[in-house]
């Protein structure tokens, strides 16, 4: 007997609606009624259907099948049925590209196909078609890949309904379904975004006999935007076929520096202090290697920051000489 549709397409909104209080599941609501060719309804019964999800609305050559299922159980009465798509007792079809209902809809062009699979009495229906047309999916469906409500004040709830299945896979991520080779690589540069890794160009030699107040280091400075979180900042080596190092001379006995780790030019975050007792003598120096030293911004407001490292050499007696060195470093920072 040969079949043709009329056919009702019903989405539960309210259900996607209140997604945020529980778990969002990944099914369609399908509501439609079956006639023969002169309009009667079909015969009460049970029936196999066949849904079909394809990507153009015309059968078109060598077209894949985005997903299928068979339900071999649908009630219809008076041609009216209703089916949950996506749900048990569902049999997957072979060659869908996927099987979970939540990842058919990544492209606004989807198509619901129809086969009356199995008559009244469980049997298959041998070279069943496809009823046509097949039935174009519209807004509410693709809620399985629209983006979060990030702005959700301001969303109307059917943005929130066609958001809801993706916010709800990221606030429950599967245990070690997020791998390394899964990030998006860390940006490096001396100025840079948001969970990047801000570098400094390297600082050859460069000292100061200032003992009175910090003098920047002309390479020792980056800019980083970021969230509000921690920032860290260390030294490191500049060029691997150098030496580093951070020192102090004098003429007298306590050859030593100070170093300053400070945010947007005027907000001091950390200094240190380093320094030895050498007794008497002339030229005295006092190493450290850069990795010794680490900073820590917990009180960094989000925004866009510039960070920079200040020296000032350690007196010994006001008249002596001293004098403070830095010799091929960097300067690192990233948000924690």
């Given amino acids: 007997m040969k079949r043709s549709s009329v056919l009702f397409i019903t989405f539960l909104l309210p259900l996607a609606v209140d997604v945020f209080a529980q778990s969002v599941p990944s099914l369609i609501n399908y509501q439609g009624k079956l006639t023969d060719a002169s309009g009667n309804p079909l ?7 066949a849904f079909r999800i394809w990507p153009n609305r015309v059968q078109t050559a060598g077209e894949q099948l985005i997903w299928g299922q068979e339900y071999t159980n649908v009630a219809i009465a008076s041609g009216t049925f209703n089916v949950i798509l996506g749900g048990s007792p569902g049999i997957a079809l072979p060659g869908a590209a996927v099987n979970d209902l939540s ?39 693709f809620a399985f890949t629209a983006g979060f409500a990030s702005n959700s004040a301001e969303a109307t709830h059917t943005e929130l309904a066609s958001r809801a299945l993706v916010a709800d896979f990221a606030t429950n991520v599967p245990d070690s379904s997020i791998t ?14 948001a969970g990047g890794l801000a570098l400094s160009d390297i600082q050859v030699t460069f000292g100061t006999e200032v003992y009175d107040h910090f003098v920047a280091v002309p390479n020792l400075r980056v800019s980083i935007r970021t969230t509000g979180r921690p920032v860290v900042a260390f ?22 520096f100070l170093i300053l780790f400070r945010r947007d030019d ?27 030293f680490r900073f820590l911004d917990v009180q960094a407001p989000a925004g866009l920051h510039t960070y920079s490292i200040h020296l000032m050499a350690l007196t010994c007696d006001g008249l002596s000489y001293t004098a403070a060195f830095v010799d091929n470093v960097r300067l690192a920072v990233y948000e924690f």
Avoid: M, W
């Fill in 103 to 141: 990842f058919a809809f990544t492209n606004p062009s989807r198509f619901l196909g129809l086969t009356v699979s199995r008559g009244t009495n469980g049997s298959a229906i041998p070279n069943a078609l496809e009823i046509l047309p097949r039935q174009q999916f519209l807004t509410t469906p």
């Fill in 266 to 292: 005027s907000v001091d975050v950390a200094r240190e202090r380093s320094y030895e007792r050498l007794g008497s003598g002339t030229d005295l120096r006092h190493f450290l290697p850069v990795s010794a």
């Fill in 180 to 193: 390394l080779p899964k990030l998006a690589t860390r940006p490096i540069g001396a100025s840079v975004e």
């Fill in 43 to 49: 015969a009460n019964g049970v029936y196999g259907v």
């Fill in 235 to 256: 030294l490191t080596a500049g060029d691997g076929n150098n030496s580093s190092s951070i020192y102090g001379r004098a003429n007298c006995g306590n050859p030593g």
